[in-house]
């Protein structure tokens, strides 16, 4: 399966993506705003989700709330 982004496009493993939503980060007082850029992706098992580098923390992002950038 294929993750895809909000708008439909396939996500590949280091892409750059843009949050279109501002995202409260649970267990973290920062806030992802929107039209932030978040380079080099990672896909998941899960086609929803993605993994991505915020800082040093290392969280999981619903691909609803990414476009490929």
């Known amino acids: 399966m294929d993750a895809k982004d909000s708008n439909g496009n ?7 993506v843009h949050v279109i939503k501002d995202l409260k980060i649970k267990g973290m007082s920062k806030v992802l705003k929107r039209g932030n850029v978040i380079k080099n992706i990672h896909l ?12 040093k923390s290392q969280i999981v992002l619903k691909t609803q709330f990414l476009k490929k950038a």
């Open 44 to 55: 998941t098992g899960n086609p929803q989700e993605v993994e991505c580098r915020i800082g």
């Open 10 to 16: 396939i996500l590949e493993d280091g892409d750059n």
